[in-house]
């Protein structure tokens, strides 16, 4: 195995000083990897499968990159456009903008699962994500907060969006997994649960299971109810407007 190398692969540069021309671009294998995580996940991600998938040797991939590491970095800063495209227009109402820019991040994990892991983890500073950044700070501003209060406040919704997506797909993995929707998994466990409640001992966990699941059943709502509520914390808590 190649050495790791211990600089960025941001100033590194894409083709070595010798050897032979490279015959395919760090942006295709940046692809090929995007379209191998999205259909089987992170796991799938290795130097044999990737090098097998553009029909190269396996160490010829280390003239791209130099582990693994590099290829995710590479490919969480591809999909960062997809967050805030360039076409995107921004209101000046920081409160709708933050909003629209949550539902296109949930939207833009489930189309890349492999994102949430990659969100309680350490990302590199790639162009497209300093971007990101800058232009997810922009949205707020102007509201009076300092650059720690900017910064709490998109850290806050970003760790709501994680959250809320991270539950999502683990239901969709369950599924997967065991082939019993949410309904049928809790129709597997009714004796137990029924003896729960025959017992008494926990009136809400009765009402919820005999009257809730009537309310925010959809899941975009759910996701606003709860991204709506935030904000109004964030609103409520903004220094006076001068």
């Known amino acids: 195995m190649a050495p790791k190398s211990t600089e960025s692969i941001w100033t590194r540069p894409e083709q070595p000083a010798r050897g032979p021309r490279p015959s395919f671009s760090r942006a295709q294998l940046t692809e090929a990897a995007i379209r191998v995580a999205d259909a089987e996940g992170l796991d799938a991600i290795s130097m044999r499968r990737m090098a097998a998938e553009i029909g190269s040797g396996t160490m010829s991939l280390y003239r791209y990159v130099s582990s693994k ?86 850290g806050s919704v970003a760790a709501y969006i994680n959250g809320f997506v991270s539950a999502e797909l683990a239901e969709a993995e369950a599924l997967r997994r065991t082939g019993l929707d949410l309904g049928q998994w809790m129709a597997r466990q009714g004796p137990f649960l029924q003896s729960l409640l025959q017992s008494g001992d926990y009136p809400l966990f009765t009402r919820m299971t005999v009257e809730g699941g009537r309310e925010l059943t959809d899941p975009d709502e759910r996701f606003a109810f709860g991204l709506d509520r935030l904000l109004d914390g964030i609103a409520a808590a903004l220094p006076p407007a001068p």
Not at 76 to 86: I, R
């Open 69 to 154: 590491d590099d290829l995710i970095d590479l490919m969480s800063d591809a999909v960062a456009p997809e967050y805030f495209p360039p076409d995107v227009t921004v209101t000046g109402d920081w409160r709708a903008d933050v909003r629209a820019l949550a539902v296109r991040t949930r939207q833009t994990m489930h189309r890349h699962p492999w994102l949430a892991v990659l969100s309680v983890t350490r990302q590199s500073a790639g162009p497209n994500r300093v971007r990101l950044m800058e232009s997810s700070l922009s949205l707020v501003a102007d509201i009076g907060l300092s650059i720690d209060g900017m910064l709490n406040v998109v």
